[in-house]
């Protein structure tokens, strides 16, 4: 994956149904409470991969390993 390439959500409990195109590549650190619970200790965690994806003029901020690439981008 790549700045440029058109992506999609793989299944995931948000509910966005556009394409949207990877603007930017970053890691952070991403609690998964229905993998590790309520409770955040963020010192447990390593960061992961994310991605900027712009749809319909508005970007959000994704993990990558939620993303699918449907278009390879330049």
């Known amino acids: 994956m790549k700045p440029g390439d058109m992506v999609k959500l793989k299944n995931t409990p948000i ?3 556009q394409a949207g195109i990877v603007v930017r590549l970053f890691e952070k650190k991403c609690w998964r409470s229905d993998m590790l619970g309520p409770r955040i200790d963020w010192d447990t ?4 991969p994310h991605a900027d994806i712009m749809i319909k003029g508005n970007v959000i901020s994704i993990p990558v390993a939620d993303l699918e690439v449907i ?3 330049w």
């Not at 965690?45 to 992961?48: K, M």
């Open 45 to 48: 965690i390593e960061p992961e």
């Open 15 to 17: 509910k966005i149904t």
């Open 71 to 73: 278009n390879e981008g």
